[in-house]
């Protein structure tokens, strides 16, 4: 189905949504949350999109390639990087219904409270974008970088 046409005041905010909450934050670590989110919901058509995206943003491949298996591979990501790909997953999967103090601390270490509010955001947008995708399989490969979804 494409929801967004049954649905298209659901998409517009959606869209509006997604710009305000990629506000303050990076651009290449805003992607790496959003491929990292969309790997743990196995949303092919929002891997589709990001890895382009982050590519076309100056991402390397062996960054993209490794998110995967991040914590075995740390030495790609910085400290910041990897805080937010942790907090990611914790906020993602939320089997133990909270995200553990911990992470959320070493967040708070490597961002300002107005950063990490953005942060969340993104993660939560990504998430909400993910649930889309996957519900209503949407199909990969024929996304370019620059085009809205």
Known sequence: MSWAEHA???YKAMIRLDS????????????????RASQLNHCAF????????ALAAGESVERVVQLSAWQESRHFYTEKELAAIELTEAVTVLT????PDE??????????????AQLVAAITVINAWNRFGVTFRMTPGHYRPGQHR
């Open 46 to 53: 929002c891997l589709d999109m990001h890895t382009k995206d």
């Open 20 to 35: 305000v909450a990629r506000r303050g934050l990076d651009p290449k670590l805003y992607e790496l949350v959003k491929i």
């Open 103 to 116: 992470v959320y601390a070493r967040a708070a270490e490597h961002f300002e409270e107005a950063e990490l």
């Open 8 to 10: 298209p005041d659901v």
């Open 96 to 99: 133990e219904g909270f995200v």
